[in-house]
């Protein structure tokens, strides 16, 4: 049974830093681009990031370009997203997924953690 776990959500002031995980298990972690995806109140789910299988190449989306990271580590079967500068818009609950292409598309990933809440204060 695959499981994607996601952690380090919580409250933090505008321009302050969150780190999130997400721990996978069930399938061969290496072989899987990951994903991570947001949905605030209201809105439909939004891509933020993404990271092929090896962990050579990642893509961001614009909104936040320059403030967020990703990365894996593929020993510990975990992805990572580095959030700085985070703004009130950065709110939302936050999704990893995992698939086999990394890409903006939520529909091409496979498997998909519960979310984490992250809530920036103005």
């Known amino acids: 049974q695959v499981q994607l776990v996601e952690s380090g959500g919580g409250l933090v002031q505008a321009g302050g830093s969150l780190r999130l995980s997400c721990t996978a298990s069930?399938?061969?972690?290496?072989?899987?681009?990951m994903g991570w995806f947001r949905r605030a109140p209201g809105k439909e789910r939004e891509f933020v990031a993404t990271?092929?299988?090896?962990?050579?190449?990642?893509y961001l989306s614009d909104s936040v370009q320059g403030r967020f990271t990703n990365s894996r580590d593929n020993a510990e079967n975990t992805v990572y997203l580095q959030m700085n500068n985070m703004r009130s818009e950065d709110t939302a609950v936050y999704y990893c997924?995992?698939?086999?292409?990394?890409?903006?598309?939520?529909?091409?990933?496979?498997?998909w953690g519960q979310g984490t809440q992250v809530t920036v204060s103005s």
């Open positions: 997924a995992a698939g086999p292409l990394w890409i903006e598309i939520a529909e091409d990933y496979d498997y």
């Open positions: 990271i092929n299988a090896s962990g050579t190449a990642t």
């Open positions: 069930g399938l061969t972690f290496s072989t899987n681009a």
